[in-house]
């Protein structure tokens, strides 16, 4: 947030799920759980205050509704919020994600990039960006990708894997000049063929100690092929990543 001059929205969603609030005085209930977080709440932002910057502005918001991702959706809207962060558990948490949790929803509906963070993740910077891509619109994904990139001063890295047996194989020729052609500044480009999407972008991360991953999908089609690999045993290997996805809107 500091490196981004941006102002963090702490948001919590009471989720108010119309089968649990008809056993209960809803209104009753409502104000004892909207008191108690609004309690907890400032405790959060006092800790987090501690730790930020000074130039960094906090604000906690306490919200009732449901589905939850469709209050979050509101929320962003309303107050033009750039991007989402939200926390995985790893390998469980990743796993609920594919079963259609609430992230998902959130990842899936969101208007605005999502940046899912592994519980344990330990924060050093953003130095090595991987940008995992399909090859396909990559002129309009680089400048987002890009721009992030210069912001944290990063080194990008941009990849593809081509398994075996695709119908359009592209070239390794054609896929440098295409590289070339869109001269992402400091970038790197690594073109993988005949090896399993999850084997070669994990050892990929690895090998040049990657802070962020980026992936940009078409509502779940693309990214379901990714995450139920590659990108489950990342966050749910030693060396957790965070991973920052943008949906793709017609014409990306």
Known sequence: AEVLKAKIHLL??????????????????SEIVLQNNLESGK??????????????????TCKSGWPIFTVIEHYTTDHRI??????????SGIKKVILGS??????????????????????KGI???????????????????????????AKLHIVHVQEEGELEEISTTSAYQQVDKISAIGSHFHLFKSIPVAKALEGYVKKENGDLLVL???????????????????????????????IKRNGE
């Open 102 to 123: 609430n992230a998902a929803a959130v990842i899936n509906q969101s208007s605005v990039p999502v940046i899912v963070v592994p519980v344990n993740h330990v924060f």
């Open 12 to 29: 919590l969603v009471e989720d108010s799920v119309p089968e649990t609030v008809a056993f209960k005085n809803t209104r009753q209930w």
């Open 127 to 153: 130095k090595s960006i991987i940008y995992a891509t399909d090859m396909e619109h990559l002129d309009l994904q680089i400048d987002k990708v890009n721009e992030f990139a210069r912001a944290f001063d």
């Open 216 to 246: 940009f999908t078409h509502k779940l089609d693309f990214f379901e092929k990714l995450l139920q690999t590659s990108v489950t045993r990342i966050l749910a290997s030693e060396n957790q990543i965070p991973v920052l996805t943008f």
């Open 82 to 91: 750039d991007f989402i962060v939200i926390g995985s558990k790893g390998a």
């Open 43 to 60: 405790l959060w932002v006092d800790e987090l205050k501690k730790q930020a910057s000074e130039r960094v502005q906090i604000v906690f």
